[in-house]
């Protein structure tokens, strides 16, 4: 996809998604309308179809991967630091599953498109990047709206196959990541498969080991305790799962490219600070 607009800490992309060969994850909250067509996301243990039309958004801590696009696709993505949302103060129904890692879709509104289109032709100076952050916060409040009227959206089961495994694999880490004793084999042999055949097969869906998914998973929840509570670090390096603080401490600047109350200092202090650049708080 090719990007098309990059100025002020946001990035909006615009054109035929392909397909993301491994999982990743990203500090910033992400935006998608799907313009035509369909695509479809892999978000750890269940997957997720974005219709045309519907809003989709989420904090992109948790390891995410694109594993269908339907013939025909066009759509956008507009990246926005978490520093801003957390400065739009959006009410919970939002705010909450946001930063909770959940995934959010919202109702069709027949305004987007040319919203979507004047995003794309402003110029990168300061008055239109106002005007932008005003209709972004708009959006973002109307898609809160959708929230509280909407059930949350359904994850489904991928298909049967490698991709299904892999599935119930993430499923099991996915529950069981605050046990800092958690073997891998133990999970493989819970779904009934031997740990290498485990391993390769996760590793083929999501382009990462299953260590790898649990630390950025475990490391995706710290993020979260760091910036919704006062928790101690030691609290949270025992609440998100890890055995020591020392390995904590080196999961989380790898994932973020700060100490965790560096990280939680910054998305406070830009969030508070209206006027200041908007600049993103983690580290793709």
Known sequence: MEAVWAHFGFHLHQGEPGLMTEAHRHGEIELNFVREGEVEYLFGPGALALPAGQPFVFWGVRPHRVVRVAPGTRMVVLTVPLATVLRFALPAALAEPLLRGEPVLGETDPGDPALLDRWLRDPADPEH??????????RLRRLALDTRRAPHPTM??????????AARLAESLVARY????LGLGGVARDVGVHPNYAAAVFREV?????NAFLTQYRVAHAQRLLLVTDQPVLDIAAEAGFGSVSRFYVAFRDATGFTPLQYRRRTRDVSSEPTRESRAPGVR
Request: hydrophobic share 50%.
């Open 129 to 138: 990047r106002a005007a932008f952050e005003l209709e972004l916060h708009a």
């Open 156 to 165: 489904r089961a991928p298909p049967r196959g490698a991709a299904g495994l």
């Open 178 to 181: 605050a046990d800092p004793t």
């Open 206 to 210: 999501f382009g990462l080991s299953m």
